[in-house]
Each structure stands twice: as C-alpha cells, then as structure tokens.
C-alpha cells in the first residue's frame, strides 16, 4: 500500500499533462472537448446487436442468476443495454442529460426498471444505491481523484465491478495531428497499465485482459468526422479541408470514417470483486 500515494500522484499529473494551452484555445470559439453524442449512441446500438468481448463476457457472466446493473458514466448505454436480457433492474448515471435521454429511449422497450441519476460519481453513489454489477466503461481517464471514484464503485457493488478503458489515453491518437498543426507534443499517459497499478496497490486483486474491439463506422459521414476533429484540434471552420487532407493521409478511410478520440480498438477489460452487502439479486 505504501506506493499507492505516489500512483495516484502520477495519475493526477499524467491527466493534468493533457491541459491546452490557453493561446490555443483563446483563438477558436469551439470548445475542443467535444462530446459527440451521436458516435456514443451509434455505438452503443451496435455493441447491443452484437454483444461480444470480455466486458461484456465478465458482465454477463456475473448476472448469473439475473441481477441488478448500475451503469457509471452510461452514455448512450453501450456498457449495459446488452446486459439487459439478465438484469432486474438498470440505474444509469452520468453527467449528460442529452446521454441519459438516449438511453432512456432505448431501453424503453425492453422489460427493465430503468432509474436514472443526474450528476458525478461518486457523488452520486448515494442516490444510485447498490446493485449487483456495476459498470463503468471509458470514464475513468477522466477522473483525476482516483481513489475515491474507485472505492465508490466497489462500495456499490454486491457481486463484481467490470471496467473497460483504452490501452492508452483515448486522444493519443490525435497526438500526430496534434504536432503537424500546432507543433505541439502531446503526452500519451496515463495507460491502462497505471490504473491496474493503483487498483492492485488499493488491494482490489484486479483480473485484466487485453483485447481489440472490432470496428465499424462510427459517424454518419466523413464531414462529420472532419468537424469533430476540427474541433478536437482547435482550428477554424476555414481549416477543415487541411483536417480532412491530414486525416485521409493518416489513413482513415473516409467511407468508414471511425471515431480518433478513442485511440483505436486496443482496450482493457479489468474487473474486481465488489464489497456491498445484501443479498445477491436484490
């Protein structure tokens, strides 16, 4: 336990490392932050038609007898909409309305509880209460104070936690783009290999696999990749032929134009035991 500290201190900077400079952001108006909500619930559909993978396999397996789900940092619901076949009940939280509506419509026709919870985590662990399974897919490179987000998660959970993260951070892929257009290098850490770090020195004896996700095309058009990279990069409306040029060049093939902003398809399943009392499918 002694070398959790300076982990998490390294998380902390690793993440702080990705701040724009303001002389960058001070000259476009879009914010480069840019969630596109379409890409989410695309995919979110797709995983749902097909359901494959270790998340998926760990969940789905830990649902045995069906159970509750708690879906942290849900999106468009591509982390639990094809659990739904096994579970009881399904609360979702995140940050979004926007996402939140999504996934609403999409479970609607399915014969599941659906509760859904406005705000951060774990601030919102009260309202969300415990459940079986609790996931939480492609969220936690954006938690800085990891300890506390992680213990919430465990805390939550009767029977398993069931993480899904990119082998690297998941804009490391824009970092050629980056340099070409700003001259600017931009860091790669912190990695999935750093979060098994910290939650094995949190003494959670995590499981992990490697694997890659199979692709598909994440936006409706080459356009609309064009204008979220544009905006990823902090350029103009005026400058999205060169983004276009520059994306075609790194290889993104413009009839499947798939999504930069998720470090292409290496990801990592990790999973632990969960520390909740009560009875198993409650």
Known sequence: MTELPGLLDRWRADLAAWAIPGHITAAVADSPWVLPRQVFARRADRVRAAPAGPSYQRAWAALDPPGSVLDVGSGAGAACLPLLPRTTTLTAVDTDPGMLERLSERVASAAVHLRTVLGPWPEAAAEAGPADVVTCHHVLYNVPDLEPFVTA???????????????????AALNPLWLAFHGLRRPESPTAAGLIAILTAMGLRPGHEAWRRPGGPDYASFDELVDVTRRRLCLPPGRAAEVAA?????????????????????VVTIWWDGGAPGRAGA
């Open 153 to 171: 998660l465990t805390a939550a959970a009767r029977r398993a936690v069931v993480v899904e993260v990119t082998a690297v951070h998941p804009l």
């Open 246 to 266: 520059a994306l075609v060049a790194s290889g993104v093939d413009p009839s499947r134009p798939a999504d930069l902003g998720s470090s292409g398809r290496d």
